[in-house]
Nanobody, 120 residues
């Protein structure tokens, strides 16, 4: 079993910053891509940022220039630093990881989500 546990969400004023973290644990042999998606009420889930095992980063247009994704490979943890937050950043943020587990199968795992609320 593989678990992803997010932390760091909360309520912040517009213009503020938050740092999200997501730790993967369990029967992990290796992790390929890790990333963050978000979903606001009534909207589809959208890409926030991803980072490959080699460190290549990609960002969604809505957060580009305001967010930085990073990764601690030793801790199987991915971080999302979000700055200059806007009310439209309000959403549930989900962590994802592409994991090869002890059975040698590879699949995507998702965290339970962490709420980010930006007040105007």
């Amino acid at each position: 079993q593989v678990q992803l546990v997010e932390s760091g969400g909360g309520l912040v004023q517009a213009g503020g910053s938050l740092r999200l973290a997501c730790a993967a644990s369990g029967t992990i042999l290796s992790i390929n891509d890790m990333g963050w998606y978000r979903q606001a009420p009534g909207n589809e889930r959208e890409l926030v940022a991803t980072i490959t095992s080699g460190g290549t980063r990609s960002y969604g247009d809505s957060v580009k220039g305001r967010s930085t994704i990073s990764r601690d490979y030793a801790k199987n943890t991915v971080y999302l630093q979000m700055n200059s937050l806007k009310p439209e950043d309000t959403a549930v943020y989900y962590c994802t990881a592409n994991v090869r587990d002890y059975s040698w199968s590879r699949r995507d795992y998702w965290g339970q989500g962490t709420q980010v609320t930006v007040s105007s």
